[in-house]
Nanobody, 120 residues
Framework: QLQASGGGLVQAGGSLRLSCAAS????????IGWFRQAPGKEREGVSG????????YFANSVKGRFTISSDNIKKTVYLHMNSLKPEDTAVYYC???????????????WGQGTQVTVSS
């Protein structure tokens, strides 16, 4: 099970930290990814981290602004979002995939979303 939280309303240039809390599976064997979907747009991958080898990825649109970290004790992955822009407004979801980073097509579990709204 994946539980995403931490969304909210923030002004452009501000920061938010999203949390994805995992339970019911061996966290250390999974990659965790963050995805977002804005109204009228397709779901897209934002960032991900592998708890197996520490590999990370970031979408070009968030590179240099977002970072990702994993707390294996708390079984939680954090998405640190800085310098937020109105175009970052979306529902953010987290997903898990066994021994790999999840994609929009390949994942083993998907959490509910948390709304992020960035005002201009």
């Amino acid at each position: 099970q994946l539980q995403a939280s931490g969304g909210g309303l923030v002004q452009a240039g501000g920061s938010l930290r999203l949390s994805c809390a995992a339970s019911g599976f061996n966290f250390d064997d999974y990659g965790i990814g963050w995805f977002r979907q804005a109204p009228g747009k397709e779901r897209e991958g934002v960032s991900g981290i592998s708890n197996v080898d520490g590999d990370t990825y970031f979408a070009n649109s968030v590179k240099g602004r977002f970072t990702i970290s994993s707390d294996n004790i708390k079984k939680t992955v954090y998405l640190h979002m800085n310098s937020l822009k109105p175009e970052d407004t979306a529902v953010y979801y987290c997903a898990a995939r066994w021994y790999a980073l999840p994609t929009t097509l390949y994942y083993d579990g998907w959490g509910q979303g948390t709304q992020v709204t960035v005002s201009s």
